[in-house]
């Protein structure tokens, strides 16, 4: 049996053991051949030939997660399936890395995690204030039916609150 390594990861292994014997490597060289060999195991089809034989030699998602240091979920989502499968989990994965916020901007007051940040509390303190009426909170439902629980000052002037602030006992305004 020849290599399990691609010809591209052969290379970046043989390169970077070439650095490892050479003292006078620059460390930026060192380190770009490291991370050219990270990339190129990323990339490289041999540990998915190696969790498939290891599935048909029986071996379970729990022992592949510990050889490859994952939980059993994450190693099945990895390599669990055809390679269309495989494929389509990694490009929507992909998309939504790339996708900016969903989270609008310019909302009216604050964020739960927002007013407690500036007000140096957790969110759980934010809530007790809303309960305590130092705080107003307001559900703002956006059209597309999103929902986002803001926070207001009792005196806020442009809080633009309905008339009734008397929170309810789950601490929102009636609307």
């Known amino acids: 049996m020849g290599s399990f390594l691609s010809p591209t990861t052969t290379a970046a292994l043989e390169r970077l053991l070439a650095l490892q014997a050479d003292v006078d490597c620059a460390p930026l060289e060192r380190l770009r051949a490291i991370r050219a060999l990270q990339s190129a195991l990323e990339h490289d089809p041999a540990t998915l030939v190696a969790v498939r034989d290891a599935r048909t030699a029986a071996k379970s998602w729990d022992e592949i997660a510990d050889a490859t240091g994952l939980k059993a979920p994450a190693a099945k989502w990895r390599w669990g399936g055809t390679d269309d499968e495989i494929s389509a989990r990694l490009e929507a994965g992909r998309k939504r890395s790339v996708r900016p916020s969903s989270v609008p901007t310019g909302l009216p007051g604050l964020s739960v995690a927002e007013a407690a940040a500036a007000r140096g509390v957790s969110a759980q303190a934010i809530y007790l204030q809303v ?45």
């Open 131 to 175: 309960r305590r009426g130092t705080l107003v909170s307001r559900t703002v439902t956006l059209p597309d039916g999103r929902s986002y629980k803001r926070v207001f000052p009792v005196a806020a002037p442009g809080a633009n609150l309905s008339a009734d602030l008397t929170p309810d006992f789950n601490g929102d305004v009636p609307q």
